[in-house]
């Protein structure tokens, strides 16, 4: 499984502590929620391109992983 530290950031001085993409100020909900409303990937990149495209692929990578063994585990 991935470092989610490497991919994910949590600080009280940045949005509050709110989960972040590492390095950036862009929420991690904010790609779920383009993606949930049909987006491309692509589109969210475009409007946010503090967040690399493999840092994207990343959590969504980690999302998957961390899902997956959550639903083995029950």
């Known amino acids: ?13 940045i949005l509050g502590g709110t989960p972040v993409f ?4 862009v929420p991690i909900q904010t790609l779920l929620d383009y993606l949930e409303a ?10 946010f391109p503090t967040v690399s495209r493999e840092q994207a692929i990343a959590f969504l990578e980690l999302a998957k992983e961390t ?3 959550e639903a083995g585990s029950s």
């Not at 499984?1 to 001085?13: E, G, L, P």
Request: glycine share 6%.
């Open 1 to 13: 499984m991935r470092d989610a530290s490497q991919i994910i950031q949590r600080s009280a001085a």
């Open 22 to 25: 590492a390095g950036t100020r």
């Open 38 to 47: 049909g987006d491309r990937l692509d589109d969210f990149l475009d409007e």
């Open 67 to 69: 899902a997956v063994a």
